[in-house]
């Protein structure tokens, strides 16, 4: 199967009075690259976020949202730090002492000082937050991994319909190639005929120049390169997995072709073929930007 770069997968987790809220979402890029924001809580985590979402793409620029709540009413404590406060009323007795001033600090006056009285959370169970987060990642980076899929079998389609197009320009310049070489042969011999009047004209002399004129115009090898190209890119979407850089590789190897049948074109209606060749090659590189 094709797969886009462009996606969009969310989830949302409840245990208990834990939940977790995963949304990602991804566009095209070289290669696979992560950026995650989340609570510093989970930071410890982001090793194996970063390991788990490589099952699923393995290219794309990815952008993931992580929420974390937690309900419990006993997850945070009061701790009071008696060695610390023993301290702050030393030194504010030997400061009275010294200065001759009243020691007039209250417990309710220690108990704001730095340190003595801190907020304590709990330690969370990592073991049953990271089981809750990996499904949510799981989960999310199913729904985005889907929409990607989607996505791909549009692009294939549609990359697939330019390939037939291409094909059918292809032909028709193979068809009018021997066109342009038997009316360059007629209009040589008319103006032979024209310039000579009633003397012999030389059929060898004519056949040489109308053979200098067919090399010069000869497109069969870039013709056969083209035509091989394309049945390239059509086995690659028909086998899938992750093919963009390789499609890409191709893509530029048929606008090579191309550019060279244009600027051998000493006709028109190939130059028009030529021209419409460029532009379906240049969409389809387009579309392959997006391809996994």
């Not at 009071?80 to 030393?90: G, L, M, P, R």
């Not at 013709?223 to 086998?239: D, G, P, Q, W, Y």
Request: with cysteine.
């Amino acid at each position: 199967m094709i797969k886009s770069m462009t996606g969009f997968g969310r989830s949302e987790i409840q245990e208990g009075n834990r939940k977790i809220s995963v949304e990602m979402k991804t566009v095209n890029h070289r290669y696979l690259d992560v950026t995650i924001k989340m609570p510093k809580k989970l930071n410890v985590f982001e090793a194996a976020i970063r390991a788990e979402l490589k099952n699923y793409m393995q290219r794309g620029k990815v952008d993931v949202f992580i929420t974390y709540e937690d309900t419990s009413e006993n997850h945070v404590t009061i701790k009071y730090n008696h060695d610390i406060a023993a301290e702050y009323v030393k030194y504010l007795q030997q400061m009275g002492e010294e200065f001759g001033l009243e020691n007039d600090v209250r417990v309710s006056t220690l108990s704001r000082y730095p340190e003595v009285l801190v907020m304590d959370e709990e330690n969370a169970d990592e073991e049953e937050i990271w089981k809750l987060l990996k499904e949510a990642v799981g989960e999310a980076a199913n729904g985005l991994a889907e929409t990607r899929i989607k996505e791909g079998e549009n692009l294939k389609n549609d990359l697939m319909d330019k390939l037939s197009d291409m094909e059918k320009n292809v032909n028709f310049i193979a068809e009018r190639s021997p066109q342009i070489i038997s009316e360059y042969r007629a209009k040589l011999t008319d103006k032979v005929k024209e310039l000579l009047g009633d003397t012999s004209i030389d059929e060898g002399r004519i056949a040489m120049e109308v053979t200098i004129y067919a090399d010069k115009l000869c497109v069969d090898e870039e013709m056969v390169r083209l035509r091989s190209h394309i049945e390239a890119v059509r086995n690659e979407l028909t086998k899938g997995g992750s093919i963009g850089r390789k499609l890409d590789f191709l893509a530029q190897e048929m606008n090579r072709e191309a550019n060279t049948i244009l600027s051998k074109a000493n006709d028109l209606k190939i130059s028009d073929c030529g021209i419409e060749l460029k532009t379906t090659i240049e969409k389809i590189r387009e579309q392959i930007q997006n391809i996994e």
